[in-house]
């Protein structure tokens, strides 16, 4: 495995100062998505974080996006979010065993949703399954960062946005949901051996 490069150490930064678990899901998942792509050849989709070479754009609702931007893209796009009422069961996280100390955490439920978009429908749907189904495959990884529990829900309806003069956008919508501890933020570790595997098995 290669040193750790710029890009990747700033993921790192970024989620090691997270402020609340909406941003620690969506550097995790953003974090998650550039790597896989980062990995891909050029010509297939490569993610690069220079806008300028990279063949596409995976950011959030919040980016400066419009109809004539580059596209293909994913849009990650946060949910509500839920506590979830604790039990010894889904809550309790730490025991000590030299002394009588144990922790115990609330449990929190977010809901998030992947926008994939493209000019062309049949790809837009190829990447949205592609998507889908590396959240199931790589979900023990996923683990590693922080979160009980990630999962695909259902990928949604393909949808056009028409605008005169400018060619179409087909949006596929992905939902996902994901359960996480009050304690989110991501350690370095976890983060560099999440890259190294999906590296290896992409």
């Known amino acids: 495995m290669q040193n750790p490069t710029e890009f990747e150490l700033k993921n790192y930064a970024i989620n090691s100062r997270a402020k609340s678990p909406f941003e620690f899901v969506s550097n995790s998942v953003l974090f998650f998505l550039q790597t896989i792509f980062s990995a891909r050849e050029y010509g297939n989709y490569h993610y690069d974080q220079d806008e300028t070479k990279t063949e596409i754009l995976i950011c959030d609702e919040f980016a400066d996006l419009s109809m004539e931007s580059n596209f293909p893209a994913i849009i990650y796009i946060r949910g509500p979010l839920n506590n979830i009422p604790g039990t010894m069961h889904n809550s309790f996280v730490n025991m000590n065993l030299k002394i009588p100390r144990s922790t115990h955490l609330n449990i929190l ?46 990928i949604g309806d393909i949808q056009t946005i028409h605008q005169d003069g400018i060619p179409g956008l087909f949006l596929v919508p992905i939902s ?27």
């Not at 359960?179 to 991501?186: C, G, H, R, S, V």
């Not at 570790?189 to 992409?202: D, F, Y």
Request: include cysteine; hydrophobic fraction near 50%; proline fraction near 1%.
């Open 109 to 154: 439920e977010m809901s998030f949703t992947l926008l994939v978009v493209h000019r062309n429908p049949s790809e837009a749907e190829t990447l949205a399954s592609n998507v889908f189904s590396w959240f199931k495959a790589f979900s023990m990884q996923l683990n590693a960062l922080g979160f009980y529990e990630i999962k695909s829900n259902s």
């Open 176 to 202: 996902l949901s994901c359960q996480l501890a009050d304690e989110w933020i991501m350690a370095e570790v976890a983060t560099a051996k999440l890259r190294e595997i999906l590296i290896k098995q992409n």
